[in-house]
């Protein structure tokens, strides 16, 4: 149970659409509508559109690999509350905030502040310059005055290589 009244910080430091914060290979775009967050060997796009709070892309660089197929729809956040499946692509998301960053080791995060009802999601994404890994994690918190009941919580449920599932050996 997550309890009544939880507050996450404001988070300052907002990107203007077009703007990038860089470091050596790294980079965080903001443009409209959507963050870019990669490197020179992994890139993700993420999307909020309607409302809906989605990966649009997760390509390897590398080879050039495309790992969410268009149409594919992959969200971003998962949850139930009080009985009610929450999803990224569910709709009803609001932005309230974005924060940009770069980290003591040179590391570039990216911190989307949203709400849907009574929850305050903060999803967090930190791209390592000079690797392929992309960190992710969320903060939830309970912006009303009455409990809220979560279950099945997921941050990490990537749809990829949907359409190469049959040709899939685990």
């Known amino acids: 149970i997550l309890g009544a009244g939880g507050v996450i910080s404001g988070i300052p430091g907002r990107l203007s659409a077009g703007q990038a914060l860089e470091n050596r290979d790294g980079y965080i775009r903001h443009e409209e509508g959507r963050w870019v967050i990669g490197t020179s060997a992994v890139e993700k796009v993420v999307r909020l559109e309607d409302g809906r709070l989605m990966l649009a892309s997760f390509k390897n660089k590398l080879s050039g690999r495309e790992y969410i197929p268009g149409g594919t729809v992959s ?96």
């Open 75 to 170: 969200n971003e956040v998962r949850l139930t509350a009080d009985g009610q499946e929450i999803t990224g692509g569910s709709g009803g998301w609001v932005l309230m905030g974005e924060n940009s960053h770069q980290l003591s080791q040179g590391e570039l995060q990216l911190d989307l502040k949203l709400r849907h009802g009574p929850l305050v999601v903060t999803k967090h994404y930190v791209a390592y310059p000079g690797s392929s890994v992309i960190r992710e994690w969320l903060n939830i918190s309970n912006d009303s005055t009455k409990p809220v009941r979560l279950n099945d919580l997921g941050f990490l449920e990537t749809r990829v290589l949907t359409t190469d599932v049959g040709k899939l050996d685990l």
